[in-house]
């Protein structure tokens, strides 16, 4: 099952597109919400995790605290299934589904336990507290940074241009000596030029670290 997924994502269509062409998909943009949107969902797996798995075991000498616990694993999987739908429909890759089940006839201390043995619920645990925070802090950093800069370097031209229409001045500050102002009108020119190549090759890269974010959840919870 697991080489089957991998070999089809290794297969990756926005891996293929052509250099200008990842602005025709749609998919680029949906990547673009889906890395922002891993810091939020990071942040709240990993406060969940710690605040109801704290609670939980300091409760244990109580049926509250077992109770508690049972549901707090049990509800792991299903809590993973929201950043599975996120990630099937921004960047198209599927995370396996991983059904848990118990015996019915087991009473919940049983059920507890065989909750602490299954292997799906560690794992998503694990996740949760070690890699879906620092995971979604780093690619939120990474890709607004990233898109920033190549907006900022290919609209710069548009600063004076609003400055001249608004005040009929532009470049009049202080520090700015002739030879500087002219630099800046030099920048501002091949500013489109520059910048427009490097937001493209930001898009692309932004649209690589969302597939290899999706491939290293997938291996994460099922190797």
């Given at each position: 099952?697991?080489?089957?997924?991998?070999?089809?994502?290794?297969?990756?269509?926005?891996?293929?597109?052509?250099?200008?062409?990842?602005?025709?998909?749609?998919?680029?943009?949906?990547?673009?919400?889906?890395?922002?949107?891993?810091?939020?969902?990071?942040?709240?797996?990993?406060?969940?995790?710690?605040?109801?798995?704290?609670?939980?075991?300091?409760?244990?000498?109580?049926?509250?605290?077992?109770?508690?616990?049972?549901?707090?694993?049990?509800?792991?999987?299903?809590?993973?299934?929201?950043?599975?739908?996120?990630?099937?429909?921004?960047?198209g890759i599927e995370l396996p589904k991983q059904e848990i089940t118990f015996d019915e006839n087991r009473t919940l201390m049983q059920k507890s336990m065989d909750a602490?043995?299954?292997?799906?619920?560690?794992?998503?645990?694990?996740?949760?507290?070690?890699?879906?925070?620092?995971?979604?802090?780093?690619?939120?950093?990474?890709?607004?940074?990233?898109?920033?800069?190549?907006?900022?370097?290919?609209?710069?031209?548009?600063?004076?241009?609003?400055?001249?229409?608004?005040?009929?001045?532009?470049?009049?500050?202080?520090?700015?000596?002739?030879?500087?102002?002219?630099?800046?009108?030099?920048?501002?020119?091949?500013?489109?030029?520059?910048?427009?190549?490097?937001?493209?090759?930001?898009?692309?890269?932004?649209?690589?670290?969302?597939?290899?974010?999706?491939?290293?959840?997938?291996?994460?919870?099922?190797?």
């Open positions: 099952m697991t080489e089957k997924i991998e070999t089809r994502v290794e297969k990756h269509p926005l891996e293929e597109v052509s250099f200008f062409g990842v602005y025709a998909k749609g998919q680029t943009y949906l990547n673009i919400l889906y890395m922002i949107l891993l810091m939020p969902i990071g942040i709240v797996f990993f406060t969940y995790a710690v605040t109801v798995f704290s609670t939980a075991v300091g409760l244990l000498v109580t049926f509250v605290g077992i109770f508690i616990l049972y549901f707090f694993f049990l509800s792991l999987p299903y809590l993973m299934v929201v950043q599975g739908w996120l990630m099937k429909l921004s960047t602490l043995k299954n292997k799906v619920i560690w794992k998503t645990f694990f996740y949760f507290l070690f890699f879906a925070m620092p995971l979604g802090i780093l690619t939120f950093t990474l890709v607004v940074t990233l898109i920033s800069v190549g907006l900022s370097i290919t609209f710069a031209f548009l600063g004076p241009l609003i400055e001249w229409a608004v005040t009929g001045v532009t470049l009049t500050e202080w520090w700015i000596t002739p030879a500087v102002r002219i630099i800046l009108i030099i920048g501002c020119a091949i500013s489109p030029f520059v910048g427009f190549p490097l937001l493209t090759a930001i898009l692309h890269l932004n649209n690589r670290l969302a597939v290899w974010h999706g491939r290293l959840v997938v291996k994460i919870l099922t190797r």
